[in-house]
């Protein structure tokens, strides 16, 4: 599976941001996907993830009651909702499919 991730951008703390994650050349509905951040010299770190239904979501502690993670299986795609945004969420977002197969990650930066 081939992953696109896109929606990154400079927003102001407090702000919103959507990312997008399209998947092609695979079956997408047959992998839990998940969202991972690496910041500056930092170890990429896990967001959020959604099982290959929908039905269950996982959230890190860091980022729960702000982030919402979604899939539309229809389209191929899996979202990352991300409001009251914090200088500390700056980072390079990837998705990702069962941990296996990368995107080539999208820069979320938020000014204080």
């Known amino acids: 599976v081939q992953l696109q991730a896109s929606g990154g951008g400079l927003v102001q703390a407090g702000g919103s941001l959507r990312l997008s994650c399209a998947a092609s050349k695979g079956t997408f509905s047959g992998y839990t996907m998940g969202w991972w951040r690496q910041a500056p010299e930092k170890e990429r770190e896990f967001v959020a993830s959604?099982?290959?239904?929908?039905?269950?979501?996982n959230y890190a502690d860091s980022v729960k009651g702000r982030f919402t993670i979604s899939r539309d299986n229809a389209k191929n795609m899996v979202l990352l909702q991300m409001n009251s945004l914090k200088p500390e969420d700056t980072a390079v977002y990837y998705c990702a499919a069962d941990q296996i197969w990368w995107g080539q990650g999208t820069l979320v930066t938020v000014s204080a």
């Open positions: 959604v099982t290959r239904s929908g039905r269950i979501t």
